[in-house]
């Protein structure tokens, strides 16, 4: 029974750690903006050479 207790935690932290993830992955979205605004300019260079 014990060891059903520990199975039953274990599912109940791996959503704690989701929520931690997904500020980070807000985060990883911003800078990926920015360099897809890299990647046009880096493409208009290319255009105008």
Do not use: F, G, H, W
Request: net charge positive; proline share 14%; glycine share 0%.
């Amino acid at each position: 029974m014990i060891k059903d207790e520990k199975a039953a935690e274990t599912p109940a932290s791996p959503p704690s750690l989701s929520v931690v993830p997904s500020p980070r992955k807000k985060a990883s979205a911003r800078p990926q903006p920015r360099k897809a605004a890299a990647k046009k300019a880096t493409q208009k260079k290319k255009e105008t050479s």
